[in-house]
Nanobody, 119 residues
Framework: QVQLAESGGGLVQPGGSLRLSCTTSGRTCNFYAMGWFRQAPGKEREFVAGIVQGAGSIKYADSVQGRFSISRELNKNTVYLQMNTLKPEDTAVYYC????????????WGQGTQVTVSS
């Protein structure tokens, strides 16, 4: 059974940085793509960033472009989300997700990690 585990969330002041980690129970290269999503209170879950494992292509939501960076460390089965210049509106539960094929939805999810940006 595939398991994804996020870590690295916490409380940070506006303008600060955090790095989230997502470690999988299997090899990350076995997935077609990995992604980060977030859900703020009262809002729907939204896409934040994603990486296609084979090609290494990356996509970001407009709201985080230039501030967040997704990366991977294949030998550690880990994907990271470096978040810089954090804003209060970035406050949310952040989820790591994975899918095995391009045509599939993200079917594997972590339990989420809380990120709170507040002074």
């Amino acid at each position: 059974q595939v398991q994804l585990a996020e870590s690295g969330g916490g409380l940070v002041q506006p303008g600060g940085s955090l790095r989230l980690s997502c470690t999988t129970s299997g090899r990350t290269c076995n997935f077609y793509a990995m992604g980060w999503f977030r859900q703020a209170p009262g809002k729907e879950r939204e896409f934040v960033a994603g990486i296609v494992q084979g090609a290494g292509s990356i996509k970001y939501a407009d709201s985080v472009q230039g501030r967040f960076s997704i990366s991977r460390e294949l030998n550690k089965n880990t994907v990271y989300l470096q978040m810089n210049t954090l804003k209060p509106e970035d406050t949310a539960v952040y989820y790591c997700a994975a899918k095995r094929a391009k045509i599939e939805d993200f079917g594997y999810w972590g339990q989420g990690t809380q990120v709170t940006v507040s002074s």
